[in-house]
């Protein structure tokens, strides 16, 4: 083997009295340091292994697939990686990787990615979408239609890494982003699993929250150079009853606040909705 930074994908079997080396720890870091969990942001679709590449400044890296959608970066040595993920139909992504092998921790390295769909996607044809543009933002978040959490606790406190809550109808599967709360206490949230109603979350919660607080799923949208984006209405949308058109909220971070914005789109083809116009956050 030419590169002695590669490390087997496979987790080390521990046992009762197994002597460890300084590889078993190292071979267990990368496990967790280099995955990655991809999914189709709007259908919920997980991506297999022949779907996604992945690139730093232009050099292909190398990757082995694990089912579930997991991809691990096998080939990577310490330090922070900026890495371009791509995969056809979708829109390009990019993540922050941090290398190091002095601290170990699963539950913070793992990375959860759900690929926007672009204009290529399969579905593209079969669903109506939009587009437009939010400048001055590099990323905002489309408010899923059905499918919230509501805190089932009578007080969580700031600063916790797991939340009781209850899962409403059409709930997506975890993990998944949510805005947690309203106002001034909002928050973006990635919630990573459930287990008895008990939600584990990927940061610490900054704020307390209430019992019967709503927690909206939420899909991310990466905006181009010009803040233009570009959203598939499939699976998490529905459209009005009355007018057949839909009703969307949009909401982005500003100066640690979360702000929001409304649009509405035809139930067919492609709507321009032009640029959002965000309000709240004071």
Do not use: W
Request: aromatic residues 10%.
């Amino acid at each position: 083997m030419n590169n002695s930074n590669f490390f087997p994908l496979e987790r080390n079997r521990y046992f009762y009295g197994k002597m460890l080396t300084a590889r078993d720890f190292e071979t267990e870091q990368r496990y967790f340091n280099n995955k990655r969990r991809l999914s189709d942001a709007s259908l919920g679709r997980l991506l297999t292994g022949s779907e996604a590449s992945f690139c730093e400044g232009g050099a292909v890296l190398k990757h082995e697939y694990k089912p579930g959608g997991y991809f691990v970066l096998t080939d990577l040595p310490e330090g922070e990686h900026t890495i371009t993920v791509t995969a056809p139909g979708y829109q390009q992504e990019q993540s922050v990787i941090t290398v190091d092998h002095s601290r170990f921790s699963a539950l913070d390295s793992v990375s959860y990615l759900a690929l926007n769909p672009s204009r290529r996607h399969p579905a593209a044809d079969r669903y109506p979408s939009v587009c437009g543009s939010a400048p001055g933002f590099g990323t905002v978040y489309a408010v899923r239609a059905a499918g919230n959490l509501r805190v089932a606790e009578e007080r969580s406190e700031a600063g916790a890494s797991e939340i009781r809550m209850f899962q409403e109808t059409g709930a997506p599967a975890l993990p998944a982003l949510f805005l947690l709360g309203s106002g001034k206490t909002s928050e973006l949230e990635m919630f990573t699993g459930i287990r008895d109603g008990l939600c584990t979350v990927q940061n610490p919660l900054k704020y307390a929250h209430q019992r019967s607080e709503t927690a909206q799923p939420l899909i991310r949208l990466r905006c181009g150079e010009n803040g233009e984006f570009f959203l598939l209405l499939a699976g998490a949308f529905r459209p009005d009853v009355q007018t057949e058109n839909y009703r969307l909220s949009f909401i982005a971070e500003k100066s640690g606040r979360v702000v929001s914005a409304q649009a509405e789109a035809a139930p067919r083809g492609c709507t321009d909705i032009g640029k959002l116009k965000f309000t709240g956050g004071k």
